[in-house]
């Protein structure tokens, strides 16, 4: 574990007030171990040493009599300080009716987090609807559907014509707002953040229906590419928060440093399982922890 | 710094970039690293050392050789495994395409009965590529389903029997024991049982430990990465060969079913570097 090995790194520095170069660097290069190992992508892992380095040389931790608990405890402050520093759930301000719009890469659980989220808010006292412009994937409706009837939620009907995704998007909201409903939670298909068409319609989208919350939901075993892919939904959509998915595996989440590092927007929740009430909060300091291992 | 000539003083941070950038790992960047390393000649240039580690990427990938040519030679069952949302469904009708291009005949069983939709997705996706489909009753157990996809196939005189499974996470133990049990059922049909290991190309090192509890709990004989068609570049199958010695077999290049590609190992490497 990191705590050992940086005590290994410090060993010889300990009570001995005698600086050495070799030791302190050997340190960090645990710690970008670690954070590389966790799937921290190897610039914001870069950055974050920067951090952390001018924050140890700044607290003089390498003359303390533990440098490696000190160091320690910069570390996890500073993850603690990116990963933001309080839970913060869905902010549904303002007056009724709210839209969330859910964005993502195939697979990441964006439908089972759709229905999970009508369960969140129904929890609250508020009156979800769920709508999917899914049109691609082969039984999406029916997934949406199956999913809504256990929870006793209403689910926007497609009717028989077929229709665009855009075009459904919209009729969503008309729907929506002559209703008794006060949010609307739509479920997207899966894309890739390099399909520059698809990713053309969710800004169109976007503009169309203007969501309070626009959440991309991301798998928490997500590898190097999280920052692209993060950055790329931003840039298009303009994110207002992340939910973290299959944060039940033992995944260290990782992704979710890098993902926080180039969007600036917080991970407001977490998907702990299959079942619709398996969504948590996020709390940065455990996340922290899970990530160093 | 330039292609040619002199190795630039930080040759070895450029090339564990873009290992780490690729998923490869930190582990397995720094063993290749210390290996080319060795490998090196006084006079080497960057251009030359690159190409040395394509090289490299390339043996690793090919010391666990992936005999996709023989594969379907013998009547078998196959079982299409992984975490959620990996691409199993749509891989094992892209597969089940691919092998019937062969002239086999194949026979998919539904046995994911637990997530909402995932028969009819599987069976829309089947009717797609005209490949019959086994699907249970409503609450029957995977290894059920299956029992009654292999009569039918024996039946039929089915080649290839592939088994669509639920999405697990590799840290759920019951879960695990019902993948063991679906092997054991498939087993007692007494034709050679295969398992294929879909990954999500998008994964991080949590692939690596996906890869030892589904070996561990139910062996595979290769991977299958998908979502190749993105950015991500699947770096994780080098470390999953050196450790594991698993070989990929197939790419999934998209949401189509014509979108699977033949693993090679030499486009793989040059991909991964570029
Ligand atoms: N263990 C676990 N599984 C999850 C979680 N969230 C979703 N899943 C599973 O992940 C798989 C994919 O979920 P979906 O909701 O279909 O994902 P999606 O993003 O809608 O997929 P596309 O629409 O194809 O892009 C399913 O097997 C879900 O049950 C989670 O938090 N934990
Ligand atoms: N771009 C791209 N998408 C893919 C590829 N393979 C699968 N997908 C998509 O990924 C999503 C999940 O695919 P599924 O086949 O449902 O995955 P699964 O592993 O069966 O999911 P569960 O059964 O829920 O665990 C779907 O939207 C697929 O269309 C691929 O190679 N490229
Ligand atoms: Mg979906
Ligand atoms: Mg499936």
Request: net charge neutral; aromatic share 4%.
């Amino acid at each position: 574990r990191l705590q050992e090995r940086l005590n290994e790194a410090l060993r010889t520095l300990k009570g001995t007030g005698v600086i050495k170069e070799g030791h302190i660097e050997a340190a960090f290069r645990e710690i970008r171990r670690a954070l590389l190992e966790a799937d921290v992508h190897f610039q914001v892992a870069r950055a974050f040493l920067e951090r952390v380095r001018e924050k140890a040389l700044g607290q003089r931790v390498f003359e303390s009599l533990t440098p490696d608990q000190h160091l320690l405890m910069i570390v996890h402050e500073e993850l603690k300080a990116l990963l933001g520093t309080e839970a913060q759930d869905l902010a549904l301000k303002g007056a009724p009716p709210h839209v969330i719009l859910l964005v993502g890469v195939q697979g990441s659980g964006k439908t089972t987090t759709a229905a999970k989220l009508a369960l969140h808010l129904k929890r609250k006292r508020l009156e979800p609807l769920l709508a999917t412009t899914d049109v691609k994937r082969p039984a999406a409706l029916e997934q949406l559907l199956t999913l809504a009837k256990a929870l006793n939620v209403h689910v926007y009907p497609w009717g028989k014509r077929p229709k665009s995704p855009l075009a459904l998007a919209e009729e969503a909201i008309d729907f929506l707002r002559t209703s008794r409903y006060d949010t609307l939670i739509l479920d997207t298909q899966g894309r890739l953040h390099a399909d520059e068409a698809l990713m053309k319609e969710l800004v169109q989208m976007k503009q169309r229906i203007q969501p309070k919350e626009v959440l991309l939901v991301a798998d928490a075993m997500t590898g190097q590419d999280a920052l692209k892919l993060a950055g790329t939904f931003h840039e298009a959509v303009g994110l207002t928060g992340i939910v973290l998915t299959k944060m039940d595996g033992d995944a260290r989440g990782g992704c979710a440093l890098s993902m926080r590092e180039i969007t600036g927007v917080p991970i407001k929740l977490i998907g702990t399982g299959e079942r619709p009430s398996d969504l948590e909060v996020f709390h940065p300091e455990r996340m922290a922890s899970r990530i160093l291992g | 710094w330039t292609g040619k000539g002199q190795l630039p003083l930080d040759w070895k941070e450029k090339l564990e970039e873009a290992l780490l950038s690729a998923d490869v790992g930190y582990r397995a960047t720094h063993e290749i690293l210390a290996s080319l390393g060795r490998q090196l000649a006084q006079s080497a240039g960057f251009e030359e050392v690159q190409a040395m580690l394509m090289q490299q990427i390339v043996a690793i990938l090919k010391a666990s050789p992936a005999n996709t040519e023989g594969l379907w030679d013998e009547r078998q069952a196959c079982l299409i495994i992984g975490v959620n949302g990996s691409g199993k469904t749509t891989t094992l009708v892209k597969l089940a395409r691919h092998i019937q291009g062969k002239g086999k005949k194949v026979l998919l069983a539904a046995c994911d009965t637990f997530r909402a939709g995932a028969v009819s997705q599987l069976e829309i996706l089947a009717g797609r590529a005209a490949v019959p489909v086994v699907k249970g009753e409503p609450k029957q157990s995977p290894s059920a389903v299956l029992y009654d996809a292999i009569r039918v196939f024996e039946a039929q005189g089915m080649d290839t029997l592939l088994v669509d499974t639920a999405g697990r996470l590799h840290t759920k133990a019951p879960l695990i024991e019902e993948l063991k049990k679906m092997r054991r059922v498939a087993e007692s049909s007494g034709f050679p049982v295969r398992v294929l290991l879909v990954l999500d190309a998008t994964q991080g090192q949590n692939a690596l430990e996906q890869a030892r509890q589904f070996v561990q709990a139910v062996g595979a004989q290769g991977v299958i990465l998908t979502k190749m068609d993105g950015t991500a570049k699947g770096g994780i199958v080098l470390a999953i060969a050196m450790e594991l010695g698993l070989p990929v077999y197939f790419l999934g290049v998209g949401e189509d079913l014509e979108d699977l590609l033949l693993f090679d190992p030499s486009s793989y490497a040059e991909a991964l570097l570029s």
